[in-house]
């Protein structure tokens, strides 16, 4: 009978305020801070959708890797069984905020079951988080700012001088940074960064 109860007992399934959480950004590249919103949101939700924002083929200092690549990085971090909870879809730049809300609620509309409960997480770190008040339809998980309100930009640069910060980073993006850093790719970016105007890394 005890052998049973236990069975039963693990087959309890938790109980998700959300079915989908969609948390924007371009993670350029993956930290601990959105690790922790992801972890965070995978308690809250059934699936999180991850928004890669800056998802256009061409690559610049301040986006140097691409959707597909992003997407590889931030599984990395995962179990196999919260890789299978984790969807993305592949938001490109629109400089108009109408066109770009469309453009996000259309792709995870793609990807959501109908009828499901949506909501949108994330913390409003400055004046570049007003994005997250353009979906009212969506409930909002407001965090703290996490991990001391690190920010990618010192990162990003660090990297071009040839640094990996790993105090910032979690395995799976330290070896990917530590690949990507072998490349031609990285070479011709670092060159670009030394080299030209560097007001277009933030």
Known sequence: MAQL???QKSEIKPMYTFDYLVFIGRFQPFHFAHMQTIEIALQQSQNVIL???????ERNIKNPFLAIEREQMILSNFSE???KRIHFVHVVDVYNDEKWVKQVKDLVNAVIQPNAKVGLIGHFKDESSY???LFPEWQMVELDSLKDSISATPMREAYYRGEIQTEFF???TIRFLSEFQKSSIYAELQKKYLTDDRSNIE
Do not use: I, K, V
Request: glycine share 10%; net charge negative.
């Open 5 to 7: 109860m236990s069975s």
């Open 51 to 57: 928004a890669l924002g800056s998802a256009q083929s």
């Open 81 to 83: 069984q919260d890789q």
């Open 131 to 133: 994005y997250l008040r």
């Open 170 to 172: 979690p395995e799976g």
